[in-house]
């Protein structure tokens, strides 16, 4: 079983509030990665981490901003939250030590639904 | 670059019925490939995977083989369960420096008692 955490689970929030939505791992795990999930279930790529003080862009833009600190911890922070940032959001992390290939399993974490009114 | 397609749903099933969810992909190199489940108000499950052409990957018997001459890794199931409605997601992974997942879009699975 994974060891991958996400809170809060849910958050209710008026817009223009600053948030951080924490994820945590206590597998070791050098890869970290946000997923935005839009209502119609798609995943979508926001931000993945290599390791600490590593971050890139994923595959979608977003106004989200995360950091890598420390191996086990992985936030996301909203400077400004608006409406259109409402989304289920997932955590997930893998590792480079899993095996012999690269080919790598993503452990995820259990969501966070966000609501800005 | 990497795509995957499925089956797009939703897919309402009888308990007992046979289930398949269709997979292909578009991918250079060897991809590994994932099924993941979605169970109500949780995140992505690991279900089964395969990491090379032939490989059938299973669990709670789901079945799933890698097809390199069809790009297809279709999902399988000889008898559902009410349990088993979910969100079931196929994925790739093309390794080596590219550790990013690449989704379908979800399929989901309703099964009626």
């Known amino acids: 079983e994974a060891d991958i955490y996400q809170t809060p689970r849910y958050l209710v929030i008026g817009t223009g509030k600053k948030i951080t939505l924490e994820c945590s791992q206590t597998m070791g795990h050098d890869k970290m990665y946000w997923y935005q999930q839009d209502p119609g279930m798609e995943l979508h790529l926001i931000h993945y981490s290599y390791g600490v003080n590593s971050t890139e862009k994923g595959d979608l833009s977003s106004e989200s901003t995360v950091s890598r600190i420390r191996t086990e911890h992985f936030p996301l922070t909203l400077e400004s939250a608006r409406p259109s940032h409402t989304s289920q959001y997932l955590c997930?992390?893998?590792?480079?030590?899993?095996?012999?290939?690269?080919?790598?399993?993503?452990?995820f974490g259990p969501g966070t639904r966000l609501l800005v009114l | 670059g990497n795509s995957v397609t499925q089956m797009e749903g939703p897919v309402t099933l009888s308990e007992e019925a046979f289930l398949t969810i269709n997979c292909t992909y578009t991918a250079t190199g060897y991809p590994s490939l994932f099924w993941y489940v979605q169970y109500p108000g949780e995140g992505l499950q690991l279900l089964l995977k395969?990491?090379?052409?032939?490989d059938k990957g299973s669990n709670k018997g789901f079945e799933a083989t890698y097809r390199k001459e069809t790009t297809s890794f279709h999902l399988e199931k000889g008898s559902v369960q009410v349990s088993d409605s979910a969100v079931y997601f196929c994925a790739l992974s093309s390794g080596g420096s590219n550790y990013k997942l690449t989704f379908g879009k979800g399929t989901l699975l309703t099964v009626n008692p």
């Open positions: 997930a992390s893998s590792s480079t030590r899993q095996g012999p290939t690269y080919q790598e399993t993503q452990y």
């Open positions: 395969a990491t090379k052409a032939d």
